[in-house]
């Protein structure tokens, strides 16, 4: 391979579609058909349904680049999901930036303004958002099975979308039962203030904590799926960005999560405005079963079980 062939590859994180990409740039065989599309190579949905339920079908890697359609499923989960809670307390239950950004201006609320007359109290906003945070790093350490069963295993990715849909469902459990209202009007007047609320912002954010990483794991350009400023940075930093006249792997499966994302908040919402929060989320819960039942349909690397070559 010359110096120039090695300067056109894509910079950035290795993901697994990235070297799809580059294995693409090689010349091709004279005897060989044209290549199909970037949407035909990485978005195949379906193996053999009389294998799935085989112990080593369910042990088998799936191929990060053939799984587009559920980490894309994944992405619109979370606008899905966040829709929710930042219609009822603007609160995100996925992005713990602005929730930790927001903790960090409470504590410096106790030392703002001369002793004696300093804000003290513990802002019911602030409560909100210590128990996302908290809830979506307990949500997160669940992976951790996922290390011991094979984070890119069937097996595991059907079994954590799963505890998923559980966590989403006792969030539309305890909304519904809260008694209290899906739409806030204004940040200082919540629409959820009691105790059940705050059960279903804890089950709500460890649902998403746990999606992102199981995303993260696959290792794709879906990133996390669940925060998107690293995904925009590296869309607008992909030197075949504006490469319009073929399908970018690096570009497109960016612009596929953001859209996801945008469409799953957009539905979450109008929802939301039909049936109110409850019943939003346990729609959420629906699409979360049938993600898990999807995992187990995505085609896996050809001679690897749990990450490792199958002995003969």
Known sequence: MTTQQSQNYPTGPDYAEQKAEKAETLPQPAS????????????????????????RHLMTDVDPVQSTFPLAAYCFMTGFIDSVSFTAIFVWCGFQTGNSVQLALALARLFSGPAGSRDTSFHLADQQALTSVLTFIAGASLGRIGDRMGPKTRAWLFLGTMIQALFTMAAALTAWKSGQGSIAEVRGDPAWSNALTFVAIAFMSAS???????????????????????????????????????????????????????????????????????????????MRVVIAIWWLFVPGKPGKVAGKPVSA
């Open 32 to 55: 060989s058909k044209e290549s199909h599309s970037t949407i035909v190579d990485t978005a195949q949905l379906w193996t053999s349904p009389g294998t799935v339920f085989t112990t």
């Open 208 to 286: 998403l904590g746990l999606q992102g990483i199981m995303g993260k794991r696959v290792n794709t350009q879906f990133a996390t799926t669940i925060v998107l400023t690293t995904v925009w940075c590296e869309l607008m930093a992909d030197p075949k960005l504006l490469n319009f006249r073929q399908r970018v792997i690096t570009r497109d499966h960016k612009l596929i999560a953001i859209v996801a994302l945008f469409l799953g908040g957009f539905v979450g919402r109008a929802i939301i405005d039909a049936a109110g929060a409850a019943a939003t989320l346990g729609v959420g819960t629906g």
